[in-house]
């Protein structure tokens, strides 16, 4: 996790990674395996846009 986002609702925990929310200060634990998984997806799909010539960082994209 890099280092400017603790602090700001994530924090490091034992078997993953801590959320809060800064309005109401809830707690919950996202497990690393699920992390994994989700950052594979997110690659998966940034490669297939790129491949159509759509921008992934274009908050504008169809």
């Known amino acids: 996790m890099d280092r400017l986002s603790e602090g700001h609702g ?3 925990g ?3 990674i801590d959320l809060i ?3 109401c200060g809830a ?3 996202v497990p690393m395996d699920v992390l994994r998984e989700k950052w ?3 690659v998966r799909r940034d490669r ?3 491949m ?3 921008d992934p960082d274009d908050p504008y994209r169809p």
């Open 48 to 50: 297939l846009l790129w």
């Open 27 to 29: 707690m919950g634990v």
């Open 10 to 12: 994530f924090a490091r």
């Open 40 to 42: 594979a997806e997110q």
């Open 21 to 23: 929310c800064p309005a």
């Open 52 to 54: 159509t010539g759509i």
């Open 14 to 16: 034992a078997t993953g």
